[in-house]
């Protein structure tokens, strides 16, 4: 298997992206909300309406990071028996019938090392995974891990925060792959948002100091939002407000209703509208302002 | 590594006890988490920072405190001459505002004015809250709901003290849940915020700076019983949740190849039946809260619910230094449930006069099942971390009186 970069499907996705003159729309689930037939369901429509790459949660009892919408659903998916075995199940199934669009397996360390590093990115990569991002794998602990994955071809991607200083940054962007995913706010997923603004000034600082592609994340709720990320980042991530939509198609009991998929698909159609509008030039004077 | 000629010399630079601790945290913590570190290795430097601190542990908290000889109880076990550190008499009642006191003139150090802290059984809340008084500094402590419900003195004591209560319901509403809410609260305020973290657990330097904070009980010790038996003693006995106040009272004899040490984890309802806080004897190696260390957790690393009668040992994981300390086989580490230890509360009470908190009553049970086979020679120094006030209601429900 080759880790060359040009023949992995982010760097492929994201060259045409860049071809295109367009940011990307990342989509972010939890693996197993609220059931794991519906979540697979849900994963595979995502490209089809309009989902550039798929992040796909590996869910953890102790999410460090995430605020209640995505704590609420790994707690779904957890009753409803996801393993992370399950989960690199659910990403065979997609692969199988999507060749192209990138996914990113997201999650917390302590799953992955239970798995055993080194059986997690095989299984990972044959499965069809692209990426992973571990967010309690700082720099400093990842290299049980990061040289593991990127011998496999996945690419380990590291985040920056806006509390990464100029003495930070060189050792996140030291060793990244895949793209930097910048985390917008100060705090957990789904609490906050951040002002394109304050946005764009960050990108322009990481892009001095990587060539990688940057996705922003954390606090983007709105298709509003999330055009005005895509005018300055190579990428928009929406979680908590796609996780949200699940949580409000569900019954009493906790089980999807029939409408689940196509609300949450028509609310990622509308996140797409807006990112792919986002650097027309009537819209790009707009938000230049 | 290098050859290993001490046992109190770590952790490494980068906070690991052979493959335990570290900092596995989210990004958006590391800078602030090298920050603590850097400002807590300049303080250790500083002899004013030490002088600070020695005056308040002297005049405020009450230290030295008591090395008091248990005279009946030795009697009743008929061997070991047992020794108890009287950490229940310093100010608020427990070992916590040793590392309490230490941190928060760390936290003023530093410039922050927010202090953030999680509790299980409301001790180290009480101590945090405590110190924030202390210096007008503001406080918010998270709580699981679980033991808002048991530990209902000390929730009053600490809003008494000024500090916002946060109540925490997710998960098993217990002590990890309300550390993942403070994580949570710290991501979201890393400017203005310091986490007064409760135990030698948590991501580099913490479990050092608590262990070290700690220490002062081992050195108290170690000084305590040269002066009154001319030697050294033969056994250390503590009671492990996070473990502070074990690796307060071990660490300064790591080194003495003479001294037995062993750290008494919480069996709940039993080992075998799965519900209970005993992170060595019933768990294995995983990564949660900042650090690797033996956690209890299923075959695919969801952290399982902890259960002890005693809020301060419930909870899934214990300090790496712990773990590292039982992989090297430098301390052993026993395991008491519920009963035996509701069995050492009531026995301790009648035959010293003293209420012991249910986390030692989890030592003090497994004293009673060595004390009496070793010779009348043989000195045992148990540490009396914390006073049972705050456990009468939870002691009598068990027993079943009703208040």
Not at chain 2, 268 to 288: K, Y
Request: a negative charge.
């Amino acid at each position: 298997m080759s880790a060359q970069p040009s023949e992995r499907r982010l760097a492929r996705r994201f060259a045409r992206l860049a071809a295109e003159g367009r940011a990307g729309l990342v989509t972010f689930v939890s693996a197993g909300d609220p059931d794991i037939d519906t979540s697979l369901a849900l994963l595979k429509r995502l490209p089809g309406a309009g989902a550039d790459i798929v992040e796909l949660g590996m869910v953890f009892s102790d999410p460090m990071a995430d605020g209640p919408a995505i704590q609420a659903a790994g707690k779904r998916a957890l009753k409803a028996g996801i393993t992370l075995k399950k989960t690199l199940d659910m990403v065979r199934a997609f692969r199988a019938a999507d060749a192209e669009t990138p996914l990113v397996l997201m999650g917390y360390y302590n799953p992955i090392y239970v798995y055993g590093n080194e059986r997690f990115v095989r299984d990972a990569r044959a499965a069809g995974a692209d990426g992973v991002i571990v967010v309690d794998l700082p720099p400093e602990e990842d290299a049980e891990l990061r040289p593991l994955a990127t011998a496999q071809g996945l690419d380990f991607i590291r985040l920056a925060t806006p509390t990464s200083d100029d003495a930070r940054l060189p050792v996140i962007l030291t060793g990244a792959s895949g793209f930097i995913y910048y985390v917008s706010i100060l705090g957990i997923t789904g609490t906050r948002s951040a002002g394109a603004d304050v946005v764009a000034g960050a990108v322009a600082r990481l892009r001095r100091l990587t060539q990688l592609p940057i996705a922003v994340g954390f606090g983007i709720r709105t298709a509003p939002q999330a055009g005005a990320i895509a005018a300055v980042a190579d990428a928009a991530v929406v979680g908590s407000a796609l996780v949200e939509r699940i949580a409000a198609n569900l019954d009493a009991d906790g089980r999807a209703l029939p409408a689940l998929v196509d609300d949450v698909t028509g609310f990622v159609s509308a996140l797409a509208k807006a990112v792919r509008d986002a650097r027309l030039p009537s819209r790009a004077a707009g938000v230049a302002e | 590594m290098p050859q290993i000629n001490t046992y109190s010399a770590g952790p490494d630079e980068n906070g690991h006890f052979g493959l335990y601790g570290g900092r596995f945290v989210a990004e958006t913590l590391m800078p602030l988490i090298l920050e603590v570190e850097r400002a807590y290795t300049a303080a250790k430097a500083d002899a004013d920072f030490q002088r600070e601190l020695d005056y308040y542990l002297r005049d405020y908290v009450g230290r030295p405190s008591p090395l008091y000889f248990a005279e009946r109880m030795t009697k009743h076990f008929g061997g070991a001459k047992i020794y108890f550190k009287r950490e229940e008499l310093n100010h608020t009642g427990a070992h916590k505002i040793n590392s309490c006191m230490g941190q928060i003139l760390l936290a003023q150090r530093m410039g922050k004015k927010r202090i953030i802290a999680e509790t299980g059984a409301g001790q180290h809340g009480v101590a945090t809250a405590t110190v924030c008084a202390l210096f007008g500094l503001s406080c918010v402590i998270y709580m699981g709901q679980t033991d808002i419900e048991r530990q209902a003195p000390n929730v009053f004591r600490m809003k008494l003290l000024g500090a916002e209560l946060r109540p925490v319901t997710s998960g098993s509403a217990t002590l990890k849940d309300a550390m993942n809410e403070a994580l949570r609260d710290w991501v979201a305020n890393v400017d203005s915020t310091y986490y007064l973290i409760g135990t030698a657990a948590g991501p580099h330097p913490y479990p050092a700076m608590v262990r070290d904070f700690q220490s002062v009980i081992g050195r108290e010790v170690r000084a305590e019983m040269l002066e009154r038996e001319g030697r050294l003693p033969d056994t250390l006995l503590a009671c492990v949740g996070g473990g502070s106040n074990a690796i307060g009272l071990f660490h300064s004899f790591l080194d003495d190849a003479s001294v037995r040490m062993i750290g008494v984890e919480a069996a709940g309802h039993g080992l075998d039946t799965g519900q209970h806080a005993a992170s060595i004897n019933g768990g294995r190696p995983g990564v949660l809260h900042g650090n690797r260390t033996y956690l209890l957790h299923d075959e695919d690393g969801q952290i399982t619910e902890a259960h002890s009668i005693s809020a301060g040992l419930d909870y899934p994981g214990i300090g790496p230094e712990h773990s590292w300390l039982n992989d090297i086989g430098r301390v052993e580490y026993a395991a008491i449930t519920d009963r035996e230890a509701l069995d050492a509360f009531q026995l301790c009470s009648r035959l010293e006069g003293i209420l012991p908190a249910l986390e030692p009553a989890h030592a003090l049970a497994h004293l009673g099942k060595i004390a009496g086979r070793l010779p009348r020679d043989h000195i045992i120094v148990i540490n009396l971390c914390g006073r049972g006030d705050k456990d009468v209601f939870t002691a009598a429900r068990a027993l079943g009186v009703t208040l």
